[in-house]
């Protein structure tokens, strides 16, 4: 599994990802996962998983702090 981190709304995140992903489509997991507010302490305690669609594609993310693992449905760890 690779990592990078990600400059993204004035935030850095490390991303861990298998696949790899279109600069659009992490973009648009972490536009999602801002919106719903993932990143807050609070919240990571009670949602473990995210099942995210952009574009033609499926996703399954988790969060940690300001680390975002991803994955692409149906693919495996």
């Known amino acids: 599994m690779e990592s990078m981190p990600f400059l993204h709304a004035n935030q850095v995140f ?3 990802f298998l696949e790899d ?3 659009s ?3 648009s997991i972490l ?3 801002l919106s719903r ?3 807050d302490p609070i919240v990571q305690e009670y949602h473990e998983e995210y099942r995210i ?3 033609h ?3 399954l993310v988790w969060v940690s702090e300001m680390d975002v693992v ?3 449905a149906g693919s495996s760890l």
């Open 53 to 55: 669609a952009v574009e």
């Open 70 to 72: 991803i994955r692409r």
């Open 21 to 23: 992903l279109a600069f």
């Open 57 to 59: 594609a499926s996703f």
């Open 25 to 27: 489509e992490v973009r």
């Open 14 to 16: 490390t991303l861990f």
């Open 31 to 33: 536009d999602h996962l």
């Open 37 to 39: 507010n993932a990143f």
